[in-house]
């Protein structure tokens, strides 16, 4: 490949970079400036994609508690049917 084609390539991905990051911005903050996602970048060393990646596991992590508790409640519920 050309160099300059590769060049361009990688100003076009930083570009959309940038907008990804701008886009994770205006959702962490269009709900209100003191939401707790918005609080947790106050922590040093903490930005936009890391509070963005540390929300996504958090969903996770009551996605699987709300599945573990509605296994166990049909299970009590129809163990002795």
Known sequence: MNLKILLE???SLKEKIHRLDSQIEDILFAKEPLSPEAKLLEIPGVG???VAAFIGEVGKCKQILIEQRTYWFYWLTFQDL
């Open 48 to 50: 936009p994609k890391t």
């Open 9 to 11: 390539e990688i100003q």
